[in-house]
């Protein structure tokens, strides 16, 4: 079992959906909470607001001298007064009357005096207000502090009036209840609509995606962008120039392939006119030498094949993506000397000067990175080819020059022959193209494989006019210079 895990395809649909009520699934608790807050304080301002009005009615009562009590030394609530207290008939109410030094004057003693921080008390004729428990049952306390007008009234300090919390209670119910109520009846609507409105959102996308289904394997068109959201045309733009990048693709495969096969046909259509010649020769009892000469052609032929066989999979291996990703170090001196060696024999038989110019020793330059196998093949190339146009006496050199900087590591390949003429430099990296005026065998890949490789490892590829040599008894040669040069990583 592999070790990777597969990551599980998400829903766009189903994700704005998640992002759209979570938040609001979330939110609701939170409003409601806000909203028994809210509603206690609504319910609260009218009931304190009468108890205001209740204490300040029993504190005009208590400081008129009709309040005195000569018996107990107290004070007493007016009959009508007391009355109003007692109408009550969901709460109970408390009343607690005190003088100067705090001395209980009239009124329930269970009732807590308010805290004596000066702070928190108020201003005389203000009414506070405060909770309070009496009898383990939470009350509100409505406090007043007063002064007599009357010299012979009797010295009030403090009123208080208390009631039990009841209709508060039923009226914050109430308010919530009538919030909250309609809510639960306005959130599955909303989630319906949220369902509603996205599927209508993405409705173009199922459309585009249509749009695509429908298409022939072979329509490389574009798609148009007008008719898609303006959030979705940056991806159908993207979409757009991957199909173009892949029409291009396809075309230039195709002319290749078109290419390949007409250059395959020529030593093919060879090979069987020579063998048909040759064994006519045979069933006519002819010269011995002319099917020897028929069956040098066809190894000619043949040989011919094989090679651009060989250089159409060099071009497969250049163009490898997956065998780009895994660089390895190298030494271009190393690939240099070697490929050098391997082609002195051909060079001899050709009597062409083919040498080498640079640093002896391997480790006199930095070490690339790159395909050893690839660089070896480009190389391989270019003196093939550099071998292949110069005539009978010429010389080839395979040069390696470090970068004074260290900025680049330049290869070259220069040779003497015909040269190459300025307006046909850029074309003798195409497939299958071959310089006019040139009688040399050659399947047309060898500079084209060079430039795929020399992108590949990043390296810059010109075509220059070499040094013009003289050969005697020939006419003068401008000659060819490759020129690669290799970036160098820094280290």
Known sequence: MSKATTREQRSLFGEILDWMLVPLLLLWPMSAALTWLVAQNIAARPYDRDLAQLTRMIARQMVTPEAADPRHGRLRLPEPAAALLRSDDVDRVYFQVRGERGELLAGDAELPAPDADPATQGLDGEVQFRDETILNETVRVASLRIQPDAADAPRVA?????????????????????????????????????????????????????????????????????????????????????????????????????????????????????????????????????????LQLIARSSQRAAHMVNQL?????????????????????????????????????????????????????????????????????????????????????????????????VLQVEDNGPGIPEAERDLVFQPFYRALGTNVDGSGLGLAIVREIAERHGAVITVDQARPATVPGQEQRPGALFTLRFPLRPT
């Open 158 to 294: 403090l009123v208080q009036v208390a009631e039990t919390m009841e209709k508060r209670s039923r009226l914050t119910t109430e308010i919530i209840k009538g919030v909250l109520l309609p809510q639960y009846v306005i959130l599955p609507v909303a989630v319906l609509l949220v369902w509603f409105a996205l599927a209508r959102g993405i409705a173009p996308l199922n459309q585009l995606q249509q749009r695509i289904q429908r298409r022939e394997s072979q329509d490389l068109s574009p798609i148009d962008e007008h008719d898609v959201p303006e959030e979705v045309a940056p991806l159908v733009r993207a979409i757009n120039e991957v199909l173009s990048r892949l029409d291009e693709s396809m075309s230039s495969q195709k002319h290749f392939l078109a290419d390949a096969a007409h250059q395959l046909k020529t030593p093919l259509a060879g090979l069987r006119t020579q063998a048909e010649l040759a064994q006519r020769e045979l069933d006519a009892g002819g010269d011995p030498q002319s099917v020897k000469r028929s």
């Open 313 to 409: 999979l060099s071009m497969a291996r250049a163009e490898d993506e997956e065998q780009a990703r895994r660089p390895q170090e190298f030494n271009l001196v190393r690939l240099a000397t070697d490929t050098v060696q391997d082609f002195v024999p051909r060079a001899l038989d050709k009597r062409i000067d083919l040498g080498y110019e640079g640093p002896e020793a391997r480790d006199a330059v930095p070490r690339l990175h790159g395909q050893p196998l690839l660089v070896r093949e480009m190389i391989r190339n270019l003196v093939d080819n550099a071998l292949q146009y110069t005539p009978e006496g010429g010389t080839v050199t395979v040069r390696v020059t470090p970068d004074p900087f260290g900025q680049v590591l």
